[in-house]
Structures are given as C-alpha cells and as structure tokens.
C-alpha cells in the first residue's frame, strides 16, 4: 500500500540535506548543506570557518548520528580539543565512542624533496580509511589551501584537488572544505572552481569600532536559500546564524486585548489595553517616564504570570529595579519568581545585528510573552538609522511571529514634536504612544497622548501624565483659552472651579430665601385683604340686616299703628 | 647485483648508515619508476651501506595517518638523522641525492 501511495504522488526527488544544526543556518538553507557534496566555506582569518565546519561535525555525531571525520591542515588534534572545549564539545570523548575522527596533517616544505611526478594518494588513503574506520557521512577538511605552501607543484595538485571532490562525492559523504579568502577570488587558490554545489562565505566586518560577524551563501545548487548577509554569533554555544528577513507579511493576529498596567491608559484604548502580539512605541524627551511607563507594562504582565524579558541599553538592571521601587513597583519579586528576566547591555558591546543575533536568542531561550526594548534610540550609536530601522523591522517580524508583544521606548531629542524623530519606526509599530513636556507658568508637566493604535478605538485626548508614589496615572488636561491647563495650572483651574461651585450653590440659596420671603409677603397680604373684605362684608351684611330689621319693625310699626287707629274708630263711632 | 638486492630487502645487520623507507602505492606509474629509480640511486651510490624496505599504503592504510603521508610516493630517510622526506617518483637523481644528504657525507 504505502507502495502504490507513493506512485501517486508526483513528487520530484529534491536534493536532499544534511543538517548541520547550527542556530540559524539550517533555516537558511532550508535544511542544511548539500547531503553527499562537497560544501566550501571561506572568509577571511578569523572568520569562524575553523569553528562553523567543526560544529557541524560535532552536532552531526551528537543530534543527527552522523559519525565525521575532521581533517585539519592548520592546527594539531590536542589545539582544537582545547579550543573547542570552551565551547562545551567534549571531542576527546567523542573520538573515544567513535563518532569523530581528528586528523592533523603536518606539511612542511622545509621537510620536503620534490623529485619528480607525485600524487596525493596518501592522502585519499589516509582519509579513506577514516571514513571507512569509523562509517564517517561527513567530513571536514580545514584548510586544504594549506597543501599549496607545502607543496610546489601547483599542476599536480590542483588536478589532485579536483580529483578529491569527485572522490569525495563518489564517497557519498557530506564534505565541508574551508578556504582562506583571496584578494580577487573567494579563495586563495581559486577552490570555488572545483566544488561548486555550495558555497557559503564568512565575514568579518568592523565599523565603528564595532565587529560583526557575516555570514552570507552565494551558492546553493538545487535549492533555495536566503541570499542575504546573515549576521552570526559565536558564543559559548557556538555558533548562532540569524535568519533575519521574513519576506512574508503572514504572521498570526491575536484579538486577545493585554492591559498596559495602567488603567487610565487601557481606558484611552478603548478599555481593554494593547492587542496581544503588537509592537508599541513609547516615544518622548528624557525624563518623561518612557522607562516608568515599560516597567509598569513589565510588571502589569508579571502579574498576569506571563514571562517578560527587559532589554535594557541604558541602566542598569539594578538601577530601574531601584528606580522603580519608588514609584510601587516591585520588580525583584518577579525576577526571583523566574518571571522577568533583565538584560542590560552597552549597544557598543558590539554591533547591531550581533544585538539582534543576541535578542533572538535570549527570546527564543526564556520564551517570554512580552518583551521591552528601553531605548532603542541607543542603538544609533552602533548603526545609521536606516540600520537601526531595519534591524527594528526583523526584530517586529520575528516577535510578531512568536506572538510575543514588544514595548519599545525611544528618546527623541527635540522638544518640538517631530514625527520623524523615532528611528522612521513610527510606521512599523501598531500603537505609538508619545510622552511630551508641556512647559508653562515656570514649571514642567507630562503630557501624553496616543498618536496612533491600529485597529482599536482611542482617545484622541491629551492626558497629563502624573507620576506619584502610588504610580502612575493619566489626569485630564484642561484646554482653556492659554491653551493646554497642565500641573499647577490646572490645579488652579480646579480651584476656581470648586469655588465657583460654591459661589452658585450660594447664590441659589439666597434666591430661595428670598422667593420664601416674598411669598410669605404676599401671603401675609393676601391675608390682611381677606380680613379687610371680611369685614367690609360683615359691615355690608350688618347694615343689612339692619335694614330690613328696621324695615320689619317699621313694618310691624305701620301695622300697630293702623291696628290702633281702626280700633279708634270704632269708639268714636259709638259715642256718636 | 643479486647480494646487493637481498641486502636492501633483509634485515638491519646494524651497518647499515641509510635506512630509507619507500611508500608506494600499488603498481601506479609513479610508484612502478620511484621503485625503479631508488634502487638505481641506491646501487649506484650508496652500495653495501643502505637498507631499503618499500611499503604499499594500500596494504597498510592506517600507517598514511601514523607516518603523515600526503603525497606519494615518498621516501623517508630514517638514518641518518634527522629524517628526511623526499616525494615524487624520484626521476631527478640531483634532487633525490641531496636530500638524502649523499653529497654531504660522501664529502
């Protein structure tokens, strides 16, 4: 069956690779080095080329179980036992399990008759029989250029050379062939004639002051690779290659919000903080708190249990842990928990891309979620702008693909803002926050305001941006008409205002009072008047009633009187 | 001529003022004429005082390490001291005999 699926897939048989596994360099040549082929490494003394072929030996018996075979024509076994001892490569132990096989070949022309035709046999048998001693796949041969000063027949031994690759490849082994630079060619004797599947060439540059080191493949047959000049490191795990421009803009997004540590900022974005994953910049002039504002995002993520790692370019690790604490901040709790790891480093320690070699590989070491770069600004002094930009734009691109979140700072030396001040990175990071001074009525204050957040919404407000013991904290600006209120000035403005308050609370009460009083004036008025036409009234009524009493009696008088005089009459009458 | 030949092949017999080592490899051209041309050299100007022993590498591979050979063939004087290394088919007699230092002790 797996048979028949085979058939199915029409995939063309690719080169394939031997791993080397060196930091960086598989990922450069998408695998590795030509399996079976002879590679040529050159570069100038002092390249690393010695060290690069011998950790490619090295890790090829102890990760790929690849037994080798290192033929050195420059230093004797015991010299490179001991230097790459340092290194952490115990090749002593190595040769005892049979994985590595040191040879020195010792040439001196001093030693040496030629009489007449020769050939190198000696040496085919002498490696043959390495590789065949030991079931060598890869073999190292450091520097065969060497042959050319111990030898004087050049005829014989360029054939002989030529007739070496072919052997080698015939043997199927992974070959690496160092040479030593030439003036006009990659090598002195003209080696990239004769291996031609891979070539890659070391350098090492110093400007400045500064060295790096340069590692760059010109040829790669039948395959892809990086085409750039890749910086390397050598340290105390040997070689680190940085694989430094991901051409692709494909990275991963995160919609996950992560809190700047300050809360009144999170609220300018919108609420919930920066997005996971993003680049910001916090610019400003000295001493606006840049650094205040990176250890609060440090320990705001601390507290989250995220690992965090600080780069620091200008203080020491000490320093800003001492700095901090007066601010409540306790950053050395975090450390002795293993959360936060500090890295402070001149950035004349040596040059940028080395810095960038050295980020990568702390990064990649302590696997943070957040990383802080306190200033970025400083790098200028080991590189032009451009190449601080550049270098910035590999750093975003790696992180942003490791989903970690960065916080640069940046000193912009005018006072005048200038958007161009911040290493032309302004375009590259998501959120831009700008920390200024804002100097008025014979005092300084902080103001900061967001220049740009990508895809959230944010304030567009200026806030004075305080710093107490307590930490810090964005305090609305008064906009009046002198402009920006900041510090004391607005303090003042808060006065009055209070005072004001109280002056109209004031006066409202009086009003009231006074509404009262007219009221009760009224009222009162309103009463006396009842009273008075109550009386009228009663007046009225009583002359009234008087009236017709007077009128009923008058009446009753009138009646009496005619009863009387009827009753008169009658008498009269008799009498008569 | 015979005697002579067994005497290059035998054993030390502690008279012996040369004693040269010839690494060959195989029946190669080179080796076939540094073979041919030694025990010319030698016959003709070291007579009774030399002791010739001709390796093929091929036979003992792991002496190419041991013995630092690079090119082939080569011819190391062990006696006298200090050694000397001479490579190369040995075609060019002038050569072969003043790195063997024949000229200086036949003086």
Known sequence: MPAKSKKHSPVLKQLSKSPTGINGLDEITDGGLPAGRPTLVCGAAGSGKTLLSLEFIVRGAMQFNEPGVFMAFEEKADELIMNVASLGFDLKDLQKKGLVKLDHVHIDRTEIEETGEYDLDGLFIRLGYAIDSIGAKRVVLDTIENLFSGLDNQGILRAELRRLFGWLKEKGVTAIITGERGESSLTRQGLEEYVSDCVILLDHRVSNQISTRLLRIIKYRGSLHGTNEYPFLIDEDGISVLPVTSLLLNAPVSTQRISSGIPALDHMLGGKGFFRGSSILVSGTAGTGKTSIAAFFANESCRRKERCIYFAFEESPQQIIRNMHSIGIDLQTHIDNGLLQMNASRPTLYGLEMHLVDIHKKIKKFKPRTVILDPITNLVTVGSVSEVKSMLVRLIDFLQAEQITVLFTALSLNTIVNEQTDEGVSSLVDAWLLVRDIESNGERNRGMYIMKSRGMKHSNQVREFVITDEGLDLVDVYLGPEGVLTGSAREAQMLSEVTGAVMRTHALSRKDIEIQRKRKVLEAKIASLQEEFESVQDQLNKSYIEEDLKKEIMEKNRKQMIENRLTKNAGNGKRK | ?107
């Open chain 2, 1 to 107: 001529m015979k005697k002579k030949e067994e005497h290059a092949d035998g054993t030390s017999n502690g008279t012996n003022e040369y004693v040269l080592h010839l690494f060959i490899t195989g029946a190669t051209p080179n080796s076939v004429r540094a073979v041919a041309n030694i025990k010319q050299i030698c016959e003709d100007h070291l007579k009774g005082n030399y002791q010739l022993e001709i390796i093929d590498v091929y036979q003992q591979q792991a002496l190419a390490e041991k013995e630092q050979l690079v090119a082939l063939p080569l011819l190391i004087r062990r006696q006298p001291l200090p050694e000397r290394r001479l490579i190369g088919d040995m075609s060019d007699t002038e050569k072969v005999l003043k790195g063997l230092g024949f000229y200086l002790h036949g003086r």
